[in-house]
Each structure stands twice: as structure tokens, then as C-alpha cells.
């Protein structure tokens, strides 16, 4: 599975929450408003994620739909053991330790944490 660049994924996770097939123009309702893409830009980000297999196109009347292909979970999944294994060596107490140093995680996510990992143990000692 491809890495998607940030306005492609922007526009998969627009399709990913939309729970439902969209067209080009509910997709751009959806934008972030700050970013105003042309018409033809976001059919070209969507002829892009068709190309690679990330969403599926049904014609209905005269307007296309896109849905999704690959999970939010499957892309996220990969995603994220992409970025972990670049950045930090395949070491989740480095990422854990990079977000704590930079003061990114609050004593409650850390509780949360730790409680998920508690879960996880006993999940796994069953």
C-alpha cells in the first residue's frame, strides 16, 4: 500500500468519514476551509487515489461517487508503523519518550496509556 501524500490523504479522510458514497462537490464542502482546491485539482487527487486503489468510482446520473477501497484501519495501521520505524527505529519508548520530552502528553494520557498496556498484558496472559 502506497504512502499517500497530505492533500490526497486529506480527501481519503474525508471519504473515510463520510460513512457513505460522496461526490467531488460534497468532498469539497467537506475541505478544510482555509484550503480552497479547484475543481479539477480535487478530480485530479481522486483520478490519483482511484489509479492507486484507494477508492472505488460508481457512475449515477451524471455525477461520479467515490468510496472507499482500503480501511481507515489498514492505511493508518501501515501508516503509522511507517512512521515508526523511520523516525524511531522501530522503538515505541522512543516515540513514547519523544512525545513526553516535547510535552505533548498530559498526566492523563499517560495514565490512559499505561492502562491500555495494563490491558493489553492481562488480553495476552489469557
Known sequence: MKR???????IMMIIWD????????????RMDRGRKLTK???LSFLS??????????????RNNYYSPRVLRSEYLKRESQTILSRLYGNSLKNFVT???????????????LKDYLE??????AE
Open 119 to 124: 490491558k493489553l498484558e492481562e488480553e495476552e
Open 48 to 61: 490519483r487515489l482511484e489509479e492507486k486503489g484507494f477508492v472505488k468510482v460508481e457512475r449515477v446520473g
Open 4 to 10: 499517500l501524500p497530505d492533500s490526497e490523504r486529506e
Open 40 to 42: 479539477t485539482t480535487v
Open 98 to 112: 519523544a512525545l513526553y520530552d516535547g510535552k505533548e502528553m498530559s498526566q492523563s494520557e499517560i495514565r490512559e
Open 18 to 29: 463520510s460513512g457513505e458514497p460522496v461526490s467531488r462537490s460534497d468532498i469539497e464542502a
